[in-house]
């Protein structure tokens, strides 16, 4: 048991992602309802997308029988150009940059040429109107995105404020003020910013990751419990790991008991996760429980990486069981 806990001085916590970037899809989607001056749906619009710095950039979509329409777009760092025409409607054109792996709703009248004419627009194409604050949230949240790519966390953090200041229900601009308030070990301010996330979207698996490690950094164990069951089940590779890390913080102060019922739910979140058999078998030798312990010191063994620094204590504690 002496050697057992002496080795457990070596583990080190894994890592869930909190401090990864955040940015590796930049994919968005823009989507509502046309309808004209009397409320009814207008079909078959077409709709142009163009992006102003790619030339060669050209996507067409069209509204549906109920005047519904959906644009996905795959690289949201950049603005693009709307145009939505049909014959016998006034055309619409604005230049919109929505939020990276937004899923945003835009609804829009679209009026007749004769009720256009009657308002005097004539037929002319629509002159863009005022951004709304949810727009100037989602111009702030890409260029807090940008300034991420780029390195800048403390200017990704002051756009990531001011985007969820502008619009209070833009759930991935809270997440992501979470994200960068932990990289710069604002704790608190981490814990706050993941609450606000997680209570316009509970199942936020970046937030909910956030929540875990600043609320155990701050000491709040039942805040970081509760994040933690949910991550799990959303992202259950995630949540694998943070039950993971604690167990090890659980078997660095000693309290086997409760190490081994985190490594076993960690293992069942993920029994991929080799590292996991590699700690139960250190909890089972600490239990004197050589069989078990040996059952999945071999399972670490087989699906270690061959330049794990664990391997070679784990091969040397099973010439020992046998």
């Known amino acids: 048991m002496n050697r057992a806990r002496r080795l457990a001085v070596g583990v080190i916590l894994a890592t869930i992602g909190a401090g990864s970037s955040a940015w590796a899809l930049n994919q968005a989607r823009l989507y509502g309802t046309i309808t004209d001056e009397n409320g009814k749906p207008v079909t078959d619009v077409k709709i142009e997308v163009l992006c102003p710095s790619v030339p060669s950039f050209h996507l067409n979509g069209s509204s549906d029988s109920q005047g519904e329409w959906a644009i996905t777009i795959i690289d949201a760092t950049r603005p693009y150009n709307y145009k939505f025409s049909k014959e016998g409607y006034q055309t619409q054109q604005q230049d919109l940059k929505i939020g990276i792996g937004a899923n945003q709703r835009k609804d829009f009248q679209m009026l007749s040429e004769a009720e256009a004419r009657k308002r005097g627009g004539g037929t002319a194409e629509q002159v863009p109107q005022e951004l709304t604050p949810q727009e100037k949230a989602v111009i702030a949240f890409n260029e807090g995105a940008e300034a991420s790519q780029m390195g800048d966390t403390a200017t990704a953090t002051q756009k990531m404020i001011e985007a969820s200041t502008l619009d209070p229900t833009l759930t991935v601009a809270f997440s992501a003020l979470a994200n960068f308030l932990h990289l710069s070990k604002d704790e608190a301010g981490a814990a706050a910013a993941a609450e606000k996330a997680l209570a316009l979207d509970p199942r936020d698996a970046r937030a909910l990751r956030v929540a875990v490690e600043a609320n155990t950094a701050l000491g709040n164990k039942e805040k970081a419990k509760a994040a933690s069951a949910v991550l799990a089940e959303v992202d259950p590779k995630s949540g694998a790991i943070d039950l993971f890390n604690q167990g090890v913080r659980e078997y660095n102060a000693g309290t086997m008991p409760a190490a081994l019922k985190l490594f ?59």
Do not use: R, W
């Not at 996991?276 to 239990?287: A, D, V």
């Not at 069989?291 to 099973?318: G, R």
């Open 264 to 322: 076993e739910q960690s293992l069942a979140a993920d029994p991929t996760y080799a590292k996991t058999h590699y700690m139960l078998g250190m909890c089972y030798i600490s239990q004197g429980e050589n069989a078990k312990a040996k059952e999945h010191l071999q399972s670490f063994v087989a699906a270690a990486a061959a330049d794990d620094p664990d391997l070679a204590t784990a091969k040397e504690m099973l010439s020992y069981l046998k």
